[in-house]
């Protein structure tokens, strides 16, 4: 057993200088908030109330700018909407569809099935719309990210005045987190920036939180299954491997 | 050293096959009663456990393959697809990928004992070309791999290595059309990556027969180095090593699953889950991590031929190591000043995977060709230290220095009550 833990500890320390490869771009940007999240951790799940508020988040604030086309209006439902909430979201769309049996491509309300509509319909209507900049679409940011939620967080409430010295582009705006400390995105969340429907208080950390909170869900949307098998399968091994060990020790008793 | 069958069955139907194809005494006689040295220790597991992560590997790739489409448009998102909507296709998908990583720690832990163990030295040469062979095949396959994503890094980190091959003098840059099918990093490549990493895994199991029964042959080296005298210095392979090897499987099982389940991103690079894209280039492009040393080797040297060069040099160099090591004696435990130089070489290749993952800027420059150059001199100063390193006295045989050690299995014992030859 103890040649086994220096076995474990050996591939370790094998493993952990060369698994962290990621190089953070710009040894001079500023390192991110440590921030608490509910779905980190070995047991972590999304907070749904903070979901939902992002939900409201990224519609009113976000959506003017960033798609989220991994997300269809179905998936909704896991985090918490009923059916009727979902669809009566979706319906709140026009969708192109067709074409129909005349040929013709029609307008009808959103479905459950639909993915959430990009706002652009491509990147140079983006980028004509955002002085030259394109706003990337933001299902898979959080784990895109070095730094992930934390990076995010950080980016959305650290927008600040640029120090003596700096002369920021014409039309960028000063951040510390982002590298390059130039960013075209302007300050997208303030405090009162949205009215939450559950009446939580709107300041701008909160809002921040609650629409990173629903990224790294729209990023991730099996992390809870996967955190739950992972808690079973990790307790069902260990109970294997101490069962294999005594069977191990047992045959070889009469070697030696 | 495959027992002679002693293979026997009562059974009708048993017997009607066995009279036709020898397949009972075949297993038999290489997984039930097959001899082994009976002080393996537990870097013996290496072997077994890299059998079955090459079987995950392939179980998991087809049924990915089931869903995946490899498109330059569509990869990406069939990705996705695979990671939101495919039934437990998270799973199936984190476990390829971080079952890739596994595969290559249990792998250099493998070929690490093997040269700690002088696993290498006869008659073991071609056993040892034919890990080799895996290693590369592994890291091809694994490289193409990594592609199929079509993340940036996927993108990026294909771009850099195909163009490895334009540094060949003349026909470089037809070589790298050739490989592109075209005159960039697109569809064509893709598509042909696709084939080739599905190809690949078969191949390589092929090369693991061959590697087993070279193996079976002359049976497992064993941490004293020296050969068995009798059969009291062997034990059946089953239910001795069967029994350890599942156990060894239960804990790399367990850590493997609190990496899968835990941190399934944090062997991977963000920016694969940015969409390649050919107009916008990465910050860093950085391979796998398992890469990173002979990343680190290919950039120490300011030439891209003599790079290149250095670069497969440096894996081509561990088909020679049987003939670079002048020693007679197998085993590190009692050679004191190969020990040394071994874990010298080790330090230096964790020094290489670190440099190649950082920038190639200020002290990384001057630390990757000076752990470079270690690399390879260790290579170079082998054939000098057999001769003047004067080995302890080796145990008599497999049987007395167990039984010397107190049975504890730590034969270290031994060797240092014996006087240096001499």
């Given amino acids: 057993m103890r040649k086994f833990f220096l076995i474990a500890a050996f591939t370790a320390l094998f493993a952990s200088p060369l698994a962290t490869p990621v190089a953070l771009a710009a040894g001079d940007v500023e390192h991110p ?18 979901v939902q508020r992002g939900l409201q988040v990224y519609r009113e604030v976000c959506s003017g700018c960033h798609g989220l086309k991994y997300i269809a209006f179905r998936n909704l439902l896991e985090i918490g909407l009923n059916e009727d909430q979902a669809k009566a979201i979706a319906a709140e769309y026009t969708m192109i569809d067709g074409p129909d049996n005349e040929g013709e491509m029609f307008e009808r309300p959103g479905k459950l099935s639909d993915y959430l509509p990009s706002p652009f319909d491509n990147e140079m209507a983006a980028r004509a719309s955002n002085n030259g900049a394109l706003p990337p679409d933001l299902s898979l940011m959080v784990k895109a990210r070095a730094g992930a939620e934390n990076y995010l967080y950080s980016l959305l409430v650290g927008y600040s005045d640029a120090p003596d010295g ?21 300050p997208p969340v303030d405090d009162e920036a949205v009215d ?9 950390e909160q809002i921040a939180k609650d629409v990173v909170t629903f990224l790294a869900w729209a990023a991730e949307p099996t992390l809870e299954a996967r955190k739950r098998m992972g808690v079973k399968v990790v307790l069902y091994l260990l109970i294997l491997t101490f069962v294999l060990y005594l069977v191990k020790r047992k045959v070889w008793a009469d070697v030696h | 050293m495959s027992g002679h069958s002693s293979f026997e069955s009562n059974n009708a139907i048993v017997k009607w096959i066995e009279y036709r194809l020898p397949i009972f005494s075949f297993i038999h006689s290489s997984a039930v009663v097959y001899p082994t040295p009976k002080n393996l220790n537990y870097w013996w597991n290496m072997g077994s456990l890299a059998g079955v992560m090459l079987v995950l590997q392939i179980v998991t790739g087809i049924i990915l393959a089931m869903h995946y489409t490899p498109h330059a448009d569509l990869a990406f998102a069939s990705t996705e697809h695979i990671m939101r909507d495919v039934n437990y296709g998270w799973l199936l998908r984190y476990m390829h990928a971080n079952g890739g990583s596994m595969f290559f720690i249990v792998v250099y832990i493998h070929i690490l004992r093997g040269m700690y163990y002088g696993s290498y030295k006869a008659p073991r040469e071609i056993l040892w070309w034919m890990g080799i062979i895996i290693f590369i095949l592994m890291m091809a396959t694994a490289f193409m791999g990594y592609v199929l994503p079509w ?13 490895l091959f334009s540094a060949v003098p003349i026909v470089g840059d037809s070589i790298v059309t050739f490989l592109w099918g075209g005159y960039s990093v697109d569809q064509p490549t893709l598509n042909r990556f696709y084939s080739l990493h599905y190809l690949m895994p078969f191949v390589i199991f092929g090369v693991v027969f061959v590697h087993l029964w070279a193996l079976h042959h002359h049976g497992s080296n064993n941490p004293l180095g020296i050969d068995r005298k009798g059969p009291q210095d062997s034990i059946p392979f089953h239910p001795y090593y069967t029994v350890k090897d599942l156990y060894g499987m239960g804990v ?17 690079h963000p920016d ?12 860093h492009i950085v391979p796998e991590w398992y890469f990173l040393p002979f990343y680190a080797i290919l950039r120490a040297i300011p030439d891209k031929l003599f790079g290149v060069v250095a670069m497969f040099g440096s894996l081509l160099i561990l088909f020679v190591l049987p003939w670079l090591d002048t020693s007679k004696v197998r085993s590190a435990r009692f050679r004191p000043v190969y020990k040394m130089l071994f874990w010298a070489f080790f330090i230096d290749c964790l020094v290489l995977g670190y440099i190649g993952g950082k920038p190639p800027e200020g002290i990384f420059i001057v630390a990757g060709r000076l752990a470079t150059a270690l690399y390879f001199l260790f290579f170079l100063v082998l054939p000098f230290i057999g001769w003047f390193e004067r080995p302890k006295k080796l145990p008599d045989s497999i049987s007395t220095a167990v039984l010397d050690s107190g049975g504890g299995g730590a034969p270290d014992g031994a060797a240092a009550k014996a006087e240096d030859r001499g």
């Fill in chain 2, 151 to 163: 993340g940036q890094m996927s993108f990026w980190g294909a771009t850099v290595i195909t163009s």
């Fill in chain 1, 33 to 50: 908030l440590e921030i608490k999240w509910n779905h980190g951790g070995v047991f972590g799940t999304f907070d749904r109330a903070a």
């Fill in chain 2, 272 to 283: 694969n889950y940015i969409p390649a894209n050919p107009l916008v280039t990465p910050a």
């Fill in chain 1, 166 to 186: 700096v002369t920021v582009a014409e039309g960028m705006n000063y951040n510390p987190y982002f590298p390059g400390h130039q960013i075209a995105m302007a």
């Fill in chain 1, 196 to 204: 939450y429907i559950d009446g939580t208080k709107n300041s701008k």
């Fill in chain 2, 252 to 268: 790399f099982g367990t850590i493997f699953a609190v990496v899968l389940f835990f941190a399934p991103n944090y062997m991977g």
